[in-house]
């Protein structure tokens, strides 16, 4: 009798130990979701900032047309800055979008630069964010993990896709 209380004991102990240590991966998952999303909304703010740049320099560099695509570009950044997190995928693909109608070699090299480095972030930004999204689904969507609602009441994370870089034309296209 005392070896079956005993076998039970260790049996619980383990099977206690690897539910502790499921519950707390995903929290630690979590944690590095909330950081990756924060990484990525400074990289899509950094971007925003370098689009108001240009956007100013064609403002008053340009011609009426040049005019007419820094306000353009002006309003897509300001939807991008106050966008709230659900939406801020579409907004970012319309700032995408009216930055890449454009011209790239009317801009100065130095905003040319700033830029190509804001957007190489984002990507990288995104692409962590994505991948730290993947791994905490994994793990939560477990049946056991589920089932003993090791995940807490943590909300599940959703994919942030935007388009990379657009090339002119790209943004043109009829939705």
Known sequence: MIVIVVAVVVVALIVGGWLYGRA??????NVRVDLARQSLESALDRRT???RAIAAWMA???DPQARAAARELLTCADAAEHAPWEAREDVENALSAALARVEADSRPAALVGELADAET???MARR????AVR???ALADRFLVRALRLGGRSTRPHYFEIVE???PGQGD???
């Open 60 to 62: 008053t560099n340009g």
């Open 24 to 29: 707390n991966r995903l929290d630690r998952l």
């Open 165 to 167: 870089r657009m090339t």
């Open 49 to 51: 900032v370098v689009v």
């Open 135 to 137: 791994d905490t689904l």
């Open 128 to 131: 962590f964010y994505n991948d």
């Open 173 to 175: 296209a009829p939705e």
């Open 121 to 123: 972030r984002v990507m």
